[in-house]
């Protein structure tokens, strides 16, 4: 692997003093080519724009996949990975929805080590902060032929996180637009997924939410995530979130805190999730909670959902019963080494400096 280093940090502890997610990027990026059939050697180098001509297929055919991981840093100033063998498998999964080359794990996972490990001074040690990695991959061919690009370019860019989502949501349960149909492109993160929400969420927003919550596109009457988000719902004291399939991602998230209800004793079912039995619920004042899970949030509990014209408000409840934020604060615990983790779960990147 090839290193540049960049001549003279832009770092600043000011960065840890931003409250705005993903617009303050690391010294370095990671970039690798894909042209005949085979990669580049991939390389370290400052951060710095990519010249693409406006015939890149990308911009005509949307071939563009991204992966959302984070960095985080104990009382020790030891700098962890979360899960990152999850995001590697999760990305070629798209990838190849997308009818696009594989990125080899030597690339993805050891390059990743080396650019957190290069730039481990942005990661924060506030709990609720952490460095944002974006590993992302896109058609770079000269063409405007409509078939698949033959060239690629895979990039690793990394942002600081500060705490996001700091207040409570409120989201609207979507009833005629849809994120994904069966049959489509729902569990890849494909940039497109993202481009079709947003004219809905911003027609959410106009009627006073901050959120939607996505239903299945054939009946809309079964939620399946909540902006970018996996969503869970609890009724009584019950915690249901549907089951992944190919119009719901497999979030990274949703897995962890799947795996520590259970372990931590919550009666947990994953199964289809009805619109009417969630608005019963609330009818008859068991529906305790609403909450999203995903990378940048971690979890938000929902404040009020909106069902077709009603806007329902959520029972208020102090962080220390709220399933959601039990949950969360299991999971950070494990992210910043506050705790054992029996998951094997946090990846340590060794400092080669």
């Known amino acids: ?33 894909y042209k005949n059939g085979q990669w580049s050697e991939p390389k370290i180098i400052p951060y710095q724009p990519i010249i693409l001509t406006p ?13 959302g991981m984070k960095a985080y840093k104990n009382a020790n100033d030891e700098v962890f990975l979360f899960r990152p063998e999850k995001n590697f498998k999760r990305f070629n999964k798209s990838a190849v929805r997308l009818n696009m080359p594989e990125v080899p794990e030597e690339i ?33 061919e000269e063409a405007i032929t409509a078939r698949s690009s033959t060239e690629f370019t895979f990039v690793i860019l990394m942002a600081y996180s500060p705490s996001y989502y700091t207040k409570r949501l409120s989201v609207k349960i979507a009833d005629y637009y849809s994120r994904a149909a069966p049959g489509g492109v729902g569990f890849a993160k494909c940039a497109g997924n993202y481009a079709g929400s947003f004219y809905p969420t911003e027609q959410a927003k106009s009627e006073g939410y901050d959120q939607v919550i996505w239903t299945d596109a054939v009946s809309h009457q079964y939620i399946e995530e909540a902006g970018t988000m996996n969503v869970f719902v609890r009724i009584g004291d019950k915690l249901l979130t549907a089951p992944t399939s190919e119009r719901i991602l497999d979030g990274v998230t949703r897995d962890s805190v799947i795996q520590l209800a259970k372990d931590n004793g919550y009666d947990v079912e994953i199964r289809p999730v009805a619109v009417q039995e969630m608005y019963d619920a609330y009818q008859k004042g068991e529906l305790k909670e609403v909450f999203g899970v995903g990378t ?58």
């Open 55 to 67: 015939a890149a297929m990308v911009f005509h055919y949307g071939q563009a996949i991204f992966e």
């Open 1 to 33: 692997m090839i290193i540049e280093k960049i001549p003279q940090s832009r770092f600043s502890e000011k960065v840890f003093e931003s409250t705005t997610f993903g617009k303050d990027f690391s010294d370095h990026m990671l970039i690798a080519n």
């Open 108 to 140: 993805f996972m050891d390059g990743l080590k080396a650019l957190v490990d290069l730039d481990r001074q942005w990661v924060p040690k506030t709990e609720g902060t952490s460095l944002y990695i974006r590993p992302t991959l896109f058609a770079t």
């Open 296 to 353: 940048a949030v971690v979890v938000n509990v929902y404040d009020a959902v909106g069902f077709g014209e009603e806007r329902c408000q959520l029972p208020e409840i102090s962080d220390e019963d709220s399933f959601g934020m039990q949950l969360k604060k299991k999971l950070n615990d494990i992210q910043f080494g506050k705790v054992e983790d029996p998951y094997g779960w946090r990846v340590k990147v060794e400092n080669q400096q």
